[in-house]
C-alpha cells in the first residue's frame, strides 16, 4: 500500500505497512481500485455529456465513493466491494452509450476485480498513487484528488438534504478524467485551482441546504454534562440523520448528545425543540476510544471519522452512510421518501446505564455567517476604535499529535484585542478556554463543522465590503490553519481560490506536495509553516 493523504502519515512521507488510521494494505487496495473505477466512469461520461446526455446518478455515485475513501470513513472491505461492482455497472453502462472504448484511454482494458490476492494487489499497484512516476505531476494529482474527496463529502451531505448541483458533478467528473491525460504544470495548476472553485460551490450548497431544512445557527450555550437518563450519541456531520434519531427517540426516555464534528447542531433552531437533545458529550474525534467506553450508551457514526474500534464498545456502535467498520452493524440508507430506521439503536439504548460524566458546564457556539452578520455593526465599531486589532482564523482538524498543542496555545497567548474565528473540530483545542470577549462580543467565534468555514469566508467578504476595502488581504485578518484529512484539503484550496495569501498550515506541511510544488505554493500564495507560537502569533499580530 502506500496512503499519504493525511496529516498523520508514516513520518510524514507515506503509509506503506498499515495506515496510521488503522487502514490495512487490502483496504487501501480497494479504494485506489475505485479511484481507478472512477476515472474511467469519468472519462466516458464526458464523452456521453458531449452527446448532449447527462445523469446525476452517475455524479451522485462518484461523490459517495470517493466520500468512502476519506480518511477514517470506511474501513469495511465488504462495503469498498460492494462500490467497486456497482461502479463497474456504471462505467459499462456509459460505455455502451459511448458505442465502446475510448482510443488510448486508461480504461481501454476491462477493469476487473480479482478474488486472488496476488493479482487484485498486483492490479492495485498499477493505478495506486505511485502508478505516476514523475513526482511534481503525482504532487498535483494527488493535491487535486485529495481537494476532490472533500468536495465530493460535502455534495454528498448536500445530496441527502435534497440539493444537487450538476455543475459539481460535471467538474468531479472532469478532474478525475483530468489526472489521466498528460497536461502541463499550467494547466494541472489550472484545474486545482477550479477545484477551489467548485470547494466554494459545495460550501455554498451545504449552507443553503443545512439552513433551509434547520434554520440559521444561533448564538447557544450548550451543556456538556449529562443527565440521568440513558443516552444515544451520535458522531459526524449528517444532519438528516440527527433530525431522524431525534424524531424516533422522542418520548422513549432515551437522551440523544451529539460528539465531536457533529457538536454544532446543538445551534440550529431545529433540533432545540427536542427536550431530551441535552447536550454535546466529550471532544474531538481522536478521543472516542476512551469516550465511547464511558457514555455507556449506543453510539452511531454518520460520517468520518471512526477509529479502530474497541471491545469495551464494539457491541453498541452502529455505523450508516459512507462510513463502515468490519463487524460493526450497519444501518441502511433512508427507503425512498422515508426515513432510516433506528429502532435497534434506540432498544439497545434502553438497556445501557447513562453516561458517565467526564466535565460539566457549557460552551458557546452558533456564530456562523447569519448571526455574525447580525453583529457586524457591533463587531465593525470595535474594529474601528481599536478595541478588536485582529481576526485569527483557526479553522480546520483536530489530531492526535503532541504539536497540536501549539493551537492551544496560540489561543490562549493571543492578545485580548484579537478575535478567534473557528470551525470544524480544530475548536476542540481551545473552545472550553476562557478566553473573554470584547465589547460583548466572544473572543472565540465558533461557526461550526467544518463546511462552515464557508460562514468564515461569508464573514470576511462582509467585512471587506462594510471597511471599503478593495482586497480580502487587506484586512485585519491572519490565517491559522490546522490540517487532518481531505475535507480541510477542500477548504485550503477553496481560501487559495478566493486570493487569500499568507495562510499558515500546520501542524506539518502536507507529504503530497512536492517541494516544486510547494515552490509554486508559495510563490503564488505566500503559503508558510507554522512555527513557534510566540514567533507566529508577533508575525499575524502584524499582519505578517
Known amino acids: 500500500m502506500f496512503c499519504y493523504q493525511c496529516q498523520e502519515t508514516a513520518k510524514n512521507t507515506g503509509c506503506i505497512v498499515k495506515g496510521i488510521c488503522g487502514k490495512t494494505e487490502e483496504t487501501a487496495n480497494l479504494q485506489d481500485l475505485l479511484i481507478y473505477i472512477l476515472k474511467g466512469i469519468s472519462i466516458y461520461a464526458e464523452k456521453v455529456k458531449e452527446k448532449g446526455a447527462s445523469d446525476n446518478k452517475y455524479g451522485l455515485f462518484i461523490a459517495r465513493a470517493l466520500f468512502a475513501t476519506i480518511t477514517n470513513a470506511n474501513f469495511d472491505n465488504d462495503r469498498l466491494i460492494t ?5 463497474l455497472k456504471l462505467r459499462d453502462e456509459l460505455k455502451k452509450k459511448c458505442g465502446g472504448n475510448i482510443s488510448g484511454k486508461l480504461h481501454d482494458s476491462a477493469v476487473w476485480f480479482s478474488d486472488d490476492p496476488a493479482e487484485f494487489n498486483k492490479k492495485a499497484e498499477s493505478v495506486g498513487v505511485l502508478s505516476t512516476d514523475n513526482e ?7 493535491l487535486l484528488m485529495i481537494g476532490l474527496k472533500g468536495i465530493a463529502a460535502y455534495a454528498d451531505h448536500a445530496a441527502i438534504l ?12 472532469e478532474a ?7 497536461l502541463t504544470v499550467d494547466e494541472m495548476v489550472a484545474i486545482v485551482m477550479k ?3 467548485c470547494a466554494v460551490t459545495g460550501m455554498a450548497l451545504l449552507d443553503k441546504a443545512n439552513t433551509s431544512a434547520y434554520g440559521n445557527p444561533e448564538i447557544s450555550n450548550v451543556n456538556i454534562g449529562v443527565g440521568t437518563n440513558p443516552g444515544i450519541l451520535i458522531s459526524g456531520h449528517d444532519l438528516k ?4 434519531l431525534l424524531e424516533q427517540t422522542e ?3 432515551v437522551d440523544v448528545y451529539t460528539h465531536g464534528e457533529m457538536l454544532p447542531a446543538n445551534s ?3 433540533f432545540k425543540k427536542y427536550t431530551h437533545f441535552v447536550g454535546n458529550y466529550g471532544n474531538a474525534w481522536w478521543k472516542q476510544g476512551e469516550e465511547f467506553t464511558s457514555f455507556n450508551g449506543p453510539i452511531l457514526m454518520t460520517t468520518n471519522c471512526i477509529i479502530p474500534v474497541k471491545d469495551s464498545y464494539k457491541d453498541r456502535i452502529f455505523t450508516t452512510g459512507m462510513t463502515g467498520y468490519p463487524g460493526v452493524k450497519h444501518i441502511p440508507d433512508r427507503p425512498e421518501g422515508s426515513v432510516k430506521d433506528f429502532s435497534e439503536i434506540i432498544e439497545l439504548a434502553k438497556k445501557c446505564n447513562p453516561p458517565v460524566e467526564i466535565e460539566t458546564g457549557e460552551i458557546v457556539g452558533g456564530f456562523a455567517h447569519n448571526q455574525v452578520i447580525e453583529l457586524a455593526d457591533k463587531v465593525v465599531d470595535a474594529v474601528k476604535s481599536g478595541a478588536i486589532k485582529r481576526f485569527v482564523v483557526m479553522a480546520g482538524c483536530d489530531g492526535r499529535h503532541k504539536t497540536r498543542s501549539y493551537y492551544t496555545d496560540v489561543a490562549r497567548e493571543l492578545p485580548k484585542d484579537s478575535v478567534i474565528l473557528t470551525a470544524g473540530c480544530a475548536k476542540y483545542r481551545y473552545n472550553k478556554l476562557d478566553l473573554g470577549d470584547i465589547c460583548g462580543i466572544p473572543r472565540l467565534l465558533d461557526a461550526g463543522q467544518c463546511n462552515d468555514s464557508y460562514s468564515l469566508v461569508v464573514i470576511a467578504l462582509k467585512l471587506k465590503e462594510v471597511l471599503g476595502l478593495e482586497d480580502i488581504n487587506d484586512l485585519p485578518i491572519s490565517y491559522d490553519i490546522a490540517w487532518y484529512e481531505q475535507k480541510a484539503v477542500a477548504v485550503l484550496l477553496a481560501l487559495l481560490f478566493l486570493g487569500i495569501k499568507g495562510i499558515r498550515l500546520g501542524p506539518t506541511l502536507p507529504a503530497f506536495v512536492s517541494p516544486a510544488v510547494l515552490k509554486i505554493l508559495i510563490k503564488n500564495f505566500n503559503i508558510k509553516p507554522t512555527e513557534d507560537v510566540k514567533t507566529d502569533i508577533k508575525a499575524m499580530m502584524e499582519g505578517k
Not at 435534497?162 to 467528473?173: N, R, V
Not at 478525475?176 to 498528460?182: F, G, R, V
Not at 440523520?241 to 431522524?244: L, N
Open 162 to 173: 435534497g440539493l444537487e448541483d450538476e455543475k459539481i458533478y460535471a467538474f468531479l467528473m
Open 195 to 197: 477545484a477551489g472553485e
Open 268 to 270: 440550529y433552531p431545529a
Open 241 to 244: 440523520d440527527m433530525e431522524e
Open 136 to 142: 511534481d505531476v503525482r504532487s498535483l494529482r494527488e
Open 176 to 182: 478525475l478524467a483530468s489526472t489521466t491525460k498528460d
Open 83 to 87: 462500490l467497486i461492482r456497482e461502479g
Open 251 to 253: 418520548g422513549t426516555g
